[in-house]
């Protein structure tokens, strides 16, 4: 059977990609709305309400309002704004984040895509707190570099202006009140926000996490081999695209490149630690427009139609 699929805002940088990748797909049947009504409510709420799945790549306001145009009980949802992130009744499009969280997707009528930033904080502290190596109101600060094509289509355009120019490193988000904290927090389990501090660098996509950890004041000091081995039995059932590299002695690596993960669904998780200094550093690499958007929106979209969740998506 083919599914019929609407990206209400197919133009986007999200819904673009989102699109090519769709594009050749014979199961699939790509419902799209002509340019001139695009902003169209009326023409809109047509073209949710026969579609079997809708994909929202829309700023948060609109993305809200699109589901309030859905009538029946029947379009399934994927929202890929920050809208309905921790929203009662949304499903997180976190297919690795828990052993249980891929058959939530698959029956879900509503289901919320990851923020790019979340990601890869996730996936180094959930297991860590699931396990009682953290608890859940350790003091977190999270900062990492993404690539400019995650600010949308203005930043794209400042950047590929200013060309060399450009900052190659700057930090944002500088109020320390970035739309994504509470989604880190609900999802991680902790229960106070982390200290977030993101930066853009002048390339296009890819990106990079880095989560600090002091376990000084801990009763309990893990040491590096316990983090590592409770990330890598947390992700080791999970059917999907994250991966945990071996845990190793080094000072540098060529495998922390941003860009190492571009034009692919994977995220490499690292854990590297110094036991005698009670400190560890989680780095998460995934690409910020696979992975970290419209990837995932693919294979949440494989897994609620129920075939393979690696289909058009390149491993």
């Not at 860590?128 to 570099?145: M, W």
């Not at 009140?177 to 880190?184: A, G, N, Q, T």
């Not at 389990?189 to 996509?205: C, D, I, M, Q, R």
């Not at 801990?218 to 999907?240: C, R």
Request: hydrophobic fraction near 40%; aromatic fraction near 6%.
């Amino acid at each position: 059977m083919v599914a019929r699929v609407f990206i209400d805002g197919e133009a986007g940088t999200t819904g673009l990609q989102i699109r090519e990748r769709l594009a050749v797909r014979r199961d699939i049947e790509l419902l799209s709305i002509p340019d001139e009504l695009r902003k169209d409510t009326s023409a809109r709420a047509d073209y949710l309400n026969k579609s079997d799945i809708a994909i929202l790549c829309l700023p948060d306001d609109a993305a809200r309002e699109s589901v309030s145009l859905i009538e029946n009980d029947t379009t399934r949802v994927i929202d890929a704004s920050s809208a309905h992130r921790v929203a009662d009744g949304w499903t997180y499009g976190f297919a690795e984040m828990d052993r249980t969280q891929e058959e939530a997707i698959r029956t879900s009528k509503r289901v919320t895509n990851p923020g790019c930033w979340p990601q890869g904080m996730i996936a180094g502290l959930r297991p860590l707190i699931s396990a009682g190596l953290l608890p859940a109101d350790f003091a977190v600060t999270v900062n990492g570099i993404s690539g400019y094509s995650g600010g949308g289509k203005g930043l794209i355009a400042d950047y590929e202006a200013n060309e060399s120019s450009a900052n190659m490193f700057a930090p944002y988000a500088l109020g320390l009140s970035h739309k994504h904290l509470p989604e880190m927090t609900h999802y991680t389990g902790l229960t106070s926000a982390p200290l977030f501090t993101p930066a853009v660098g002048n390339y296009y996509k890819g990106m990079l996490t880095m989560v600090p950890l002091c376990f000084g004041g801990l009763d309990k000091v893990p040491s590096g081999a316990d983090i590592h081995a409770a990330v890598s039995d947390h992700f080791a059932a999970a059917n999907g695209f994250v991966e945990v590299a071996p845990l190793t002695d080094i000072q540098k690596s060529d495998e922390l490149d941003p860009q190492a993960l571009n034009d692919t669904n994977r995220l490499r998780l690292h854990v590297f630690a110094n036991d005698q200094r009670a400190q560890a550093v989680l780095i998460a690499v995934y690409d910020n427009l696979g992975k970290g958007a419209s990837g995932a929106a693919v294979q949440n979209l494989n897994l609620m139609l129920g075939v393979e969740q690696s289909t058009s998506l390149a491993a």
